[in-house]
């Protein structure tokens, strides 16, 4: 008697699911109540204060007030990893917003040059406090597998009011005065620090004073070449951006045109923000650097013909994605390279390219302008952006994310 024997087919592999952990925390939801008030604090009377120091002073002192601006901002983003490491992310967030939104009561009484300075000066402080440690506190609340995702979503979060707010500052001073501007960027920017209570001091393994002062401050950072390669491309992108917001409305000769255009490029660049942090954390950050180059260096050329308000419009459109790709990319790259206690030195750096980015564009190119004109200095920008393929190509064949 034979047995036959019964082959058991065996049980199919189990294939595992991949499950991403949620990117909305109530944390994270406390973060953009001070995310939009320090973008309100800062963009609704940016070009308010340059129009009150013009009529205070001489010609050229509204430059003055902004470039002190900048300056202090610069300043205080390199100081801020070691305030967070001392006091922690809701001391130095609540210190930043006061002196970002209260000083500018003080312009309310007075317009005088050396107030508007002074002013401008705590003001930037205050902003390059809350942008660093808002920023490297962000970094901790997002999930690192969907972190290029969550850096897209802040940047939505926080480029709708900036977007708003920048337009609507200066029809407002022209409808109310400029007091009515600068009262309600204090109330606006003092009502966020309701949400401050709610946000974590330190996060896990994030925060010990000796850590961040000495293995992950900004001097180390600028030591590592990991850091350094995605900042200089960033910064050159933002030399491109200082080029284009200053210079775009006296190259056109037209303020509907230019209008438009910068319109449409914070618009494209919070949508490619969008998508690119989807396809970063997908596919790797350092893929995206070289086509964000290529895209700004196109619409740059674009923007360059600037007897054509098509040409201009969409050229400017294509940079805005060039430049949001760059944005995230390589903020995203920089935060995947430190430990928690490092992010405040990534976000101090990251920013500081780009104040300090846009500061060399605007001031650099206003003296090809004086000699070759403007369409030679879009063009001229665009050449530039070449030379940062190289750390972008580096990094593209390291292939890290």
Same mark, same amino acid.
């Given at each position: 008697m034979t047995t036959a024997t019964l082959a058991v087919a065996p049980a199919p592999a189990t294939v595992p699911t991949v499950v991403h952990p949620p990117l909305i925390s109530r944390a994270l939801l406390l973060r953009f109540v001070t995310i939009v008030g320090s973008s309100l604090g800062f963009y609704l009377p940016l070009s308010v204060v340059p129009l009150v120091a013009e009529a205070s002073g001489s010609t050229g002192t509204a430059g003055l007030a902004t470039g002190a601006l900048l300056a202090a901002s610069i300043a205080g983003e390199v100081a801020t990893p070691r305030l967070v490491a001392r006091f922690g992310y809701r001391a130095a967030l609540t210190g930043g917003l006061?002196?970002?939104g209260a000083p500018t009561l003080l312009l309310v009484v007075s317009s005088e040059l050396a107030a508007v300075v002074a002013v401008n000066l705590v003001r930037g402080l205050g902003f390059g406090v809350t942008i660093v440690a808002g920023g490297a @506190?962000?970094?901790? @609340?997002?999930?690192?597998?969907? !972190?290029?995702?969550?850096?897209?979503? /802040?940047?939505?979060?926080?480029?709708?009011?900036?977007?708003?707010?920048?337009?609507?500052?200066?029809?407002?001073?022209?409808?109310?005065?400029?007091?009515?501007?600068?009262?309600?960027?204090?109330?606006?920017?003092?009502? $966020?620090?309701?949400? /401050?209570? =709610?946000?974590? %001091? !330190?996060? *896990? $393994?994030?925060?010990? $004073?000796? %850590?961040?002062?000495?293995?992950?401050?900004?001097?180390?950072?600028?030591?590592d070449a990991g850091l350094v390669r995605p900042s200089v491309v960033f910064a050159a992108s933002t030399?491109?951006? =200082?080029?284009?917001? *200053?210079?775009?409305?006296?190259?056109?000769?037209?303020? %509907?045109?230019?209008?438009?255009?910068?319109?449409?490029?914070p618009a494209t660049a919070s949508a490619a923000r969008w998508v690119a942090g989807r396809l970063g954390d997908r596919h790797g950050q350092a893929r995206l650097?070289?086509?964000?180059?290529?895209?700004?260096?196109? =619409?740059?050329?674009?923007?360059?013909?600037?007897? %054509?308000?098509?040409?201009?419009?969409?050229?400017?459109?294509?940079?805005?994605?060039?430049?949001?790709?760059?944005?995230?990319?390589?903020?995203?790259?920089?935060?995947?390279?430190? !430990?928690?206690?490092?992010?405040?030195?990534? $976000?101090?750096?990251?920013?500081?390219?780009?104040?300090?980015?846009?500061?060399?564009?605007?001031?650099?190119?206003?003296?090809v302008a004086a000699g070759a004109g403007y369409p030679a200095v879009f063009a001229l920008t665009a050449a530039l952006l070449l030379p940062a393929l190289v750390p972008a190509r580096r990094e593209l064949r390291l292939g890290t994310r």
């Open positions: 006061v002196l970002l @506190l962000t970094a901790a @609340l997002l999930p690192a597998q969907r !972190r290029g995702e969550g850096l897209a979503l /802040v940047g939505v979060v926080g480029g709708i009011p900036a977007l708003v707010a920048l337009p609507f500052g200066v029809w407002a001073a022209g409808q109310w005065g400029a007091g009515t501007v600068f009262t309600v960027t204090a109330a606006a920017t003092l009502l $966020s620090l309701v949400a /401050v209570p =709610g946000l974590p %001091s !330190r996060t *896990t $393994s994030a925060g010990g $004073s000796q %850590s961040d002062e000495h293995g992950h401050g900004v001097l180390a950072g600028l030591r030399v491109a951006i =200082g080029v284009l917001v *200053t210079f775009l409305p006296l190259a056109t000769g037209s303020a %509907s045109v230019a209008a438009a255009a910068l319109l449409v490029q650097l070289v086509p964000g180059l290529m895209l700004a260096a196109v =619409g740059l050329l674009g923007v360059a013909a600037t007897g %054509s308000p098509i040409a201009v419009v969409a050229g400017s459109a294509v940079f805005g994605a060039g430049f949001g790709v760059l944005q995230n990319a390589t903020l995203a790259l920089m935060y995947s390279r430190v !430990r928690p206690e490092g992010y405040g030195a990534v $976000s101090a750096i990251w920013n500081a390219a780009y104040d300090a980015g846009m500061a060399v564009g605007a001031a650099g190119a206003g003296i």
